[in-house]
């Protein structure tokens, strides 16, 4: 009897975590259970009402409360009900009809499983708590591994306006405060510099700009933003540019196969390389 | 079993402190972790192998052996997903979370939404919990993990009417190659396998229950749920479900009828069947050209016309002399095993096979009592298939893959050795620490053919290296993608970024398994011609996401795109430059390493060649 309210409760507060809002912590706890046990625990209540529930029947009631719910899926798609409210009301419903099937008098003690003293109640709580340390410890280590700094440039079409404003910038992934130079050029020649930047590490640097790109030119049109940052007494450039192509262009001016190497980006990687 | 615990917490502190070592560049990491490993495994086996130990202590220890070694796993991936086929069935699971739907292409694994049974299962762990996905299925595959060994044990246990044998049986087939990692990775397959293991319980209930209860209410319904998570696993389990029967057919003297006998099976291959019916037999394009080529290779192999160098990776990097030592040990070990042992299964199965013991009339080979130990025994000779397949380039993951299978036998069959022949019933612990060591050698084998060297990631970058080639750089120019381009452009990219463009970024990502179109060939050719042009075209490729760190090493797992062609130095840096001047061709993205090209203009303009 104990169980099986146990069971209705955890189904009432599927439905309620829906409608009120909890901490994440509490709506895990909830929706563990009702995920992987409560509806196949039921349902194996229901098929073996006197069987003594051991380890078998656990391992049958994971496997169905599984099955329950990948079958589940394929209703709620069918359904176009895949939500947090579908789930809810679909998996709280199988739980209470099957609740309302599972008689009372058919709950068996469990067995007795491994009787520990205290001494081995502590050993083993004191492997759960240092395997947790170490858990956290390889994430924290995981986490704070960066074998590459760099700083990310960017020229993007600024959405929703004219076809000609942009969205220069870029963000300082240094790992530490650096300065920067940052030059736009409109076919060679200098449209806007923004010289002493100081960003620190993880700031983003901004900018909206219009480029009077011609709407019908003969030749390539190419913008070019072009970042210098400045380490100790090494200065180290990248570049990021849009190019508009000509109404009518010759493939061969497209495809120059003798020289496609750009020494400049080339010793920019090579450089960054090195880091 | 409490001081086992213990040890149990301090082999994974070890572990970790081992992992962030590693990260420093320490040599002698690896080491470490491995034998904090070995510290552990082996006093759980030894203890598991003697006769005086009770069936809840047995199945403690396996839960404890199994529950260290998923922590170890975190331990490579404590923060974020780092393996690669996590990120095919990732990506599923936020096209289901972001759609609200199933079956949408996912062009990683074209195969893996129609297969969603994992997905289905932790998308609604997300929605319900609140839990970020990644946690969520974290959580999940610790829980089913156990799940899995309960049901493997019990199942061993009715197969061998002996707690002792089933313990034994679980704690080897932990060894093999795919248990510690490949099986409890975000992947379809993890879930089916354990779907495949209660089917087994299940077949066994059946049997000992009046009525078809057990079939309507539990067999039924899981097996419908493994038919929709995993095709192979799906397959495999229909099939030892079916020898399980055949075998219960061919002795004569079974007292079930032939109904009874055959609802499970038939149950398991009608849902199979039906389910890859029903979304286009999706299974034979995919894994036919895979066990295509690795049968190919191995036929190859087999007969000294080429192979794999076993060690050395694709890269040319060699594994340590004592890892090679200690994995040629483990197939030795395996191998003495099942020599002296495979007739003594065949025997406690009834079959009369030892000497002395023959019987005069050929029918009284078909009376067995126990159909489900044969077929166990005989699955064994999976075991040294998979490692000829392992020996072959394009079979090695197929080899992999039939390992949890090969393992179902080969478990229990040493199993039978040991509690029979090895350890029998004595209670020198002497014995028993041999015994141990000889478990925990095949345990850390499996680990390091299942992982190679990269179990507590690498110190520095590694190119088409699965786990070793993710880090923040590459994840960071991915969500810059989503951040300022928006989601759902076509991108083409190399093995590693093309994940992480999908997942992080949200691109549509164009890869050879979904488009049929090798956009490899047009990032690393020397310059775009009418063929590259074309490619762009009819791809309709938006972005190129350029990875520079290509043009410095070889790929670890043999191809910086798709498999096809093999690489004997880097790509030239040049290759990469051929975008810069291209009319039309921006480059909107730039962090010295990484570079995202627009080829929208280029593509469109009608001029372009």
């Known amino acids: 009897m104990r169980n099986k309210v146990v069971c209705v409760g955890f189904a009432l507060g599927c439905l309620a975590s829906i409608a009120i809002p909890m901490p994440i912590l509490v709506r895990a706890v909830i929706a563990l259970p009702m995920v992987l046990f409560i509806p196949g625990y039921l349902i194996i209540k229901i098929v073996f009402p006197r069987e003594r529930f051991g380890v078998e029947l656990f391992v049958f009631s994971v496997g169905i409360s599984l099955a329950v719910t990948v079958l589940s899926g394929l209703l709620l798609h069918a359904a176009s009900f895949m939500t947090a409210l579908g789930w809810s009301l679909l998996l709280s419903g199988i739980t209470l009809t099957a609740a309302f099937f599972v008689k009372c008098n058919s709950e068996t003690p469990p067995y007795n499983v491994l009787d520990l003293s205290k001494f081995q109640k502590f050993m083993t709580a004191a492997g759960c708590i240092i395997a947790l340390i170490a858990l956290y410890q390889a994430r924290e280590g995981f986490l704070s591994h960066n074998e590459f700094s760099y700083t990310e440039l960017w020229v993007v079409p600024d959405k929703g306006h004219d076809s000609r404003n942009y969205i220069l910038g870029f963000t300082n992934k240094e790992r530490r405060p650096t300065d920067y130079d940052i030059q736009v050029y409109l076919d060679g020649q200098l449209l806007a510099s923004w010289p002493s930047l100081r960003l620190v590490d993880g700031q983003t640097w901004t900018e909206r700009l219009f480029l009077p790109f011609k709407s019908r030119s003969i030749k390539e049109q190419r913008v070019e933003a072009r970042l210098y940052k400045t380490e100790g007494s090494e200065r180290y450039s990248q570049r990021v540019w849009i190019s508009i192509p000509a109404e009518r262009q010759k493939p061969a001016e497209l495809t120059a196969s003798g020289d496609l190497l750009d020494h400049n980006v080339l010793s920019s990687y090579q450089r960054n390389g090195d880091h | ?609």
């Open chain 2, 1 to 609: 079993m409490p001081q086992l615990a213990f040890l149990a917490g301090i082999t994974v502190f070890i572990a970790s402190l081992a992992a962030e070592a590693n990260r420093q560049g320490a040599d002698w990491a690896s080491l470490l972790f491995y034998v904090s490993v070995a510290v552990f495994i082996l006093p759980v086996a030894s203890r598991i192998v003697l006769a005086d130990v009770s069936r809840w202590e047995r199945l403690s220890l396996v839960l404890l052996a199994a529950i260290g070694l998923f922590l170890i796993r975190i331990i490579h991936e404590p923060a974020y997903f780092v393996d690669h086929d996590a990120f095919l069935h990732w990506a599923t699971a936020n096209d289901i979370l972001k759609t609200g739907h199933l079956f949408k292409p996912n062009p990683l694994l074209p195969i893996s939404p129609v297969y969603p049974g994992l997905e289905i299962v932790v998308t609604a762990l997300t929605e319900l919990s609140g839990l970020p996905l990644f946690l969520a299925a974290q959580l999940f595959m610790f829980i089913i993990r156990l799940v899995f060994i309960c049901a493997l044990f019990l199942f061993y246990e009715h197969v061998s009417n002996s707690s002792r044998i089933a313990a034994i049986a679980v704690l080897i087939y932990m060894g093999a190659s795919s248990f510690v990692f490949f099986d409890t990775m975000f992947s379809y397959g993890s879930l089916a396998l354990v779907f495949m293991a209660i089917a087994f319980l299940v077949d066994i209930k059946t049997e000992r229950t009046a009525g078809y209860r057990a079939v309507i209410f539990i067999a039924i319904p899981i097996l419908a749920a493994l038919a929709v998570t995993h095709h192979l696993t799906s397959f495999l389990t229909s099939l030892i479900l079916a020898s399980f029967a055949a075998l219960e057919i061919i002795r004569f003297s079974s007292s079930r009828s032939l109904f009874r006998i055959l609802i499970i099976p038939i149950a398991a291959m009608a849902f199979t069947i039906g389910w890859s019916n029903l979304i286009g037999n999706p299974s034979e394009a995919y894994l036919g050209p895979v066990f295509g080529n690795a049968i190919d290779e191995a036929m190859r192999f087999l007969s000294f016309e080429g192979g794999r160098l076993p060690f050395v990776a694709e890269d040319g990097t060699v594994a340590p002399a004592w890892q090679r030592i200690t994995t040629m040990l483990s197939v030795l070990l395996i191998c003495i095993g099942l020599a002296t042992s495979f007739f003594r299964a065949l025997a406690r199965a009834g079959v009369p096979v030892l000497l002395g013991k023959l019987p005069r009339r050929w029918r009284a080979f078909i009376e067995w009592r126990n159909d489900r130990l044969v077929a166990l025994t005989l699955v064994a000779f999976a075991y040294p298939l998979s490692i000829v397949l392992r020996m072959t380039r394009a079979g090695w993951e197929v080899g992999n893959r039939i390992g949890p299978f090969a393992f179902l036998g080969v478990g229990i069959v040493i199993a039978i050795g040991i509690a029979t022949y090895w350890q029998g019933d004595s209670k020198n612990r002497a014995r028993a620490a041999l015994l141990g060591t000889a478990i925990a050698v095949a345990v850390i084998a499996g680990i390091f053919s299942g992982s190679g060297n990269y179990i507590l990631g690498s110190a520095r970058y590694r190119v088409s290296a699965d786990s070793a080639s993710v880090e923040p750089m590459a994840i960071s120019a991915s969500e810059w993608t989503r951040k300022w381009l928006g989601t759902g452009h076509r991108f083409f990219s190399d093995r590693t970024n093309r994940l992480l463009l999908a997942t992080y970024g949200g691109q549509q990502v164009i890869t050879t398994l979904y488009d049929r179109y090798d956009l490899g060939s047009v990032e690393f050719a020397r310059k775009i011609g009418p063929g590259e042009l074309l490619a762009i075209r009819e791809t309709t490729v938006d972005y190129f996401l350029l990875d520079m760190r290509l043009t410095e090493q070889l790929p670890l797992m043999g191809f910086y795109f798709d498999p096809g062609p093999v690489y004997r130095e880097p790509p030239d840096p040049a290759v990469l430059f051929k975008f810069n001047k291209l009319a039309g061709v921006s480059r909107v993205f730039d962090n010295g390493y990484i570079s995202i090209v627009d080829v929208a203009r280029f593509r469109d303009n009608v001029y372009a060649q």
